[in-house]
């Protein structure tokens, strides 16, 4: 009768909870079940802790979401639930003994009101239910003691474990084998830490020896956020479909959710485009960032090597000591220290001067690349004080005003002359008509359309109906004498062949 009950009750906690939370097995006729038991925790449920050997301190609080499972060991004896109770044991990582130990014999007390009935479904409902209100700690959770036992444990053991060092060494033993001793006499503090005297033996405080406890929560708390996250069901906030969150990516702290291929998409042009820094979250006026880790799970690895480089350099330019090794075939990054004006590239031993990028010249200026004269005096006639003084320390200052009076001088002509049409020399017009002739190499042309004109009949230019300078001998010429403004349309030319020759 009892092998058929237990039997039921096992076929019906199987379907009631998933393998996570239960499982079982026999062996020599009797049931071993365990009991997987996640705790519901209210909204900002804390953790708190403090070390109390410092007691001025403040406390410190954590909020968390989720606290490791308490493990119910159960073994079903022959004449369960007729005559006796389930043995058990009880482990959890996280409560102190002292409530384990009230948990046991509330888990006895249950028995005794429901002796001869199946039980575990009651037992397992009150530790998932209602453990933190009978314990009082269903809105903080105070490891105070346990914490204060961890640090103080770690200190002496490294306190230890440096003076056994140094023994071994001024007996000049061995030091590895001193770190050994030295790493067991840390495992024997933390047992005696935390051996059971008073407490009923079916509570286990099961924390692993010589761990953070807080920070075993922690990194539990975040293990089991993308546990849970994976199983529930969300919009995508881009192609607006539902998924599974195993197909979702979330983005922290703002928690915004989208489909794994939409980010992935939007991963993979911010990385070909080589925008890699502060890749942020999709939604409008979010400040949140993908996470290097996220970033890696979404697109592929040569993609995230390429992600990686370019992040790498990008963070590198920010660096004001980080300078490239100016070699093509190599680009190391080199470290320059503040105010010094030669760097070396540890890989190819090449030095370089840290402004032009050229083998170092010493004390001698840095030469001015002729592209970038313009907007190097540009530059330094814009300047503030300090920043010529950091361009008269690089180009020197003589040099800098060398530059400024040519460049000045060479605006100047390019303004106010033109290039010869046959030789290129420049010629400025200062007064006169039209029609130019060249200083160097004699050849006369139009100062409106740089034609060559014929050296035999130059102003015809300007009397051919069909030239585009026709009639314009004299344009854009300012009106200086008024009284002569018509008496010549073009300068007088003598007709030879009506001229008595014998006259002169």
């Not at 585009?468 to 200086?480: A, R, T």
Request: proline share 4%; aromatic share 12%; glycine share 2%.
């Amino acid at each position: 009768m009892d092998s058929e009950k237990q039997k039921d009750e096992i076929i019906a906690l199987e379907s009631i909870y998933n393998a996570e939370e239960f499982s079982y097995r026999e062996e020599n006729g009797q049931y071993q079940c365990t009991f997987k038991i996640f705790l519901n925790l209210p909204a900002d449920y804390c953790i708190s802790y403090k070390d109390f050997r410092y007691s001025e301190e403040a406390e410190q609080k954590i909020t968390v979401s989720h606290l490791p499972p308490l493990t119910l060991h159960i073994v079903l004896p022959e004449n369960y639930p007729s005559a006796l109770s389930p043995k058990f044991t009880l482990y959890s990582s996280w409560l102190q003994l002292s409530l384990l130990d009230g948990l046991c014999k509330k888990l006895d007390n249950l028995w005794e009101e429901n002796k001869g009935q199946e039980i575990l479904f009651a037992w397992v409902a009150f530790l998932q239910d209602e453990a933190l209100e009978f314990l009082n700690i269903q809105e903080n959770l105070r490891i105070s003691r346990a914490y204060t036992r961890y640090k103080d444990a770690l200190e002496k053991a490294q306190i230890n474990q440096k003076n056994k060092i140094k023994d071994s060494i001024e007996k000049g033993c061995n030091i590895e084998g001193a770190k050994s001793k030295a790493k067991a006499n840390i495992r024997r503090l933390s047992k005696k830490n935390f051996v059971q005297k008073y407490y009923d033996k079916r509570a286990i405080f099961d924390c692993p020896i010589g761990r953070d406890p807080i920070q075993s929560l922690i990194d539990y708390n975040e293990k089991r956020n993308q546990i849970e996250f994976k199983k529930n069901f969300y919009t995508c906030k881009i192609c607006f479909v539902d998924k599974i969150g195993e197909h979702c990516t979330q983005f922290l702290p703002c928690s915004h959710v989208f489909c794994k291929d939409c980010i992935t998409g939007y991963l993979e042009v911010r990385i070909k485009d080589g925008n890699v820094q502060n890749i942020g979250c999709p939604e409008e006026k979010c400040t949140s960032e993908a996470s290097p880790a996220q970033i890696k799970d979404l697109v592929s690895s040569e993609l995230f090597m390429k992600y990686d480089s370019v992040l790498l350099n990008a963070t590198l330019d920010t660096m004001s000591d980080i300078i490239y090794c100016p070699r093509r075939s190599c680009q190391y990054p080199v470290s320059c220290e503040p105010n010094d004006q030669m760097a070396n590239c540890p890989m190819c031993q090449y030095a370089f001067c840290i402004y032009c990028k050229m083998v170092y010249h010493g004390i001698e200026p840095c030469k001015a690349q002729t592209t970038e004269t313009h907007q190097l005096v540009t530059e330094y006639q814009e300047a503030s004080t300090e920043q010529k003084l950091q361009l008269e320390k690089r180009y020197g200052k003589k040099q800098l005003q060398v530059l400024v009076e040519n460049t000045m001088s060479e605006d100047w002509i390019k303004t106010n002359s033109q290039k010869c049409p046959n030789c290129n020399a420049a010629i400025e017009k200062s007064d006169g008509c039209n029609k130019m002739v060249c200083w160097r190499c004699n050849i006369a042309f139009c100062w409106l359309c740089s034609t060559i004109l014929n050296r035999n009949a130059p102003y015809e230019h300007f009397q051919n109906t069909s030239s585009k300078c026709y009639n314009m001998l004299y344009h854009d010429i300012p009106d200086d004498d008024e009284e002569n403004d018509d008496f010549f349309e073009y300068p007088y030319i003598p007709n030879y062949e009506l001229l008595d020759l014998n006259f002169f």
